[in-house]
């Protein structure tokens, strides 16, 4: 079975661009979740999506916005984009009320 | 926001020895616990998880111990290998706010040969 899968691995924006990032959950796995880990710290919630509607969002600005699809892959949007935004952007997918199971991560670098 | 802290940001063990890992958290609602591995360049691993309705949960060669009266959480290693050195993070989980996750800064374990 495929685990979760991101993409793309890594990218280069600049200040002021929008990026979207990507992500297929494990299958059979109906919720998706979106985290930034900054270097050097643990992951911070962004948004959760159950059955494609948001279940939870994190103190991230309006810039931040996401979305899930029928087959339950999710994309990650941020607008505007600002140098703090670097950072390692990670998907996990889950079973409701179960641990998440990460992805690798999409390497964002904001110059 | 949540705090979940850790008490040393770096642990060095000789291969071979037991490793203890230790997390603190503030919320008393926090009532699902998960600690994570993550290895250089990969995402968060899942090593072991426990609710708050035990206080020890054992895995292959991993322990997880929570004290719920000092919002207290560890991660014991057994037998530590050189494979074993990452960054490990507990993160906790406030009942009823769905499967959002606080996450610590993390604990640096080296295993030293």
């Known amino acids: 079975d495929a685990g979760v899968t991101q993409s793309p691995t890594h990218l280069i924006k600049t200040r002021g661009q929008h990026v979207t990032l990507r992500c297929s959950p494990i299958?059979?796995?109906?919720?998706v979740s979106w985290y930034q880990q900054v270097l050097g710290q643990g992951p911070q919630f962004i948004f959760q999506?159950?059955?494609?509607?948001?279940?939870g969002r994190g103190n991230f600005p309006d810039r931040f916005s996401a979305r899930q699809f029928p087959n339950y892959s999710s994309e990650l949007n941020v607008n505007a984009l600002l140098l703090g935004d670097s950072a390692l952007y990670l998907c996990?997918?889950?079973?409701?009320?179960?641990?998440?199971?990460f992805g690798s991560g999409t390497r964002l670098t904001v110059v | 926001g949540e705090s979940v802290g850790l008490h040393l940001p770096t642990l060095s063990v000789q291969e071979g020895d037991n490793s203890i890992i230790n997390c603190a958290y503030s919320?008393?609602?926090?009532?699902?616990f998960i600690w994570y591995k993550q290895e250089s360049g990969k995402g968060p691993q899942f090593i072991i998880d426990?609710?708050?309705?035990?206080d020890k949960r054992q895995g292959q060669r991993v322990t997880v111990l929570l004290n719920k009266t000092v919002k207290h959480l560890s991660l014991q290693i057994a037998a530590t290998q050189p494979g074993d050195s990452a960054v490990y993070f507990c993160?906790?989980?406030?009942?009823?706010?769905?499967?959002?996750?606080?996450f610590g800064t993390g604990t640096s374990l080296t295993v030293i040969p």
């Open positions: 996990a997918s889950s079973l409701l009320a179960s641990g998440y199971t």
């Open positions: 299958s059979g796995h109906k919720s």
């Open positions: 999506y159950y059955e494609k509607e948001e279940r």
């Open positions: 919320n008393s609602a926090s009532d699902y």
């Open positions: 426990i609710r708050s309705n035990m």
């Open positions: 993160a906790e989980n406030i009942a009823n706010t769905g499967n959002q996750f606080y």
